[in-house]
């Protein structure tokens, strides 16, 4: 397996994650996964990150094997910061597990 392979695998298993810690904190914290709230900033943060990664990537500036890796690396940092505020939310000595 390839490590790009290695990085899509990663970011998909930390996206996965991170859903999760999202449907999870909108228990604790309604406001901000109302759908109007979500909708607009996925859409927004979309194009602006397709509008960047492209223009990188035809300049030469980062590689394909850069970019995945990079971005499993933010998918796992968003993961674990979902992790933590759950954690905040039960009382802070309960170990999350997100997958």
């Not at 999870?24 to 996925?42: D, K, Q, W």
């Not at 300049?59 to 759950?86: F, P, S, V």
């Not at 905040?88 to 997958?99: C, F, S």
Request: a negative charge; charged letters at 20%; glycine letters at 6%.
């Amino acid at each position: 397996m390839s490590t790009q392979d290695q990085d899509n695998q990663r970011y998909h298993a930390a996206a996965h994650a991170m859903q999760t810690g999202v449907k999870a904190i909108a228990h604790y914290e309604p406001s901000e996964t109302t759908p109007a709230s979500l909708r607009v900033g996925v859409n927004a943060a979309h194009v602006s990150m397709a509008a960047l990664t492209t223009l990188l990537l035809d300049k030469g500036i980062i590689t394909m094997d850069e970019y995945t890796a990079a971005n499993a690396d933010a998918m796992e940092t968003e993961a674990e910061a979902y992790r933590q505020r759950l954690a905040k939310h039960l009382g802070g000595e309960t170990k999350v597990t997100l997958a």
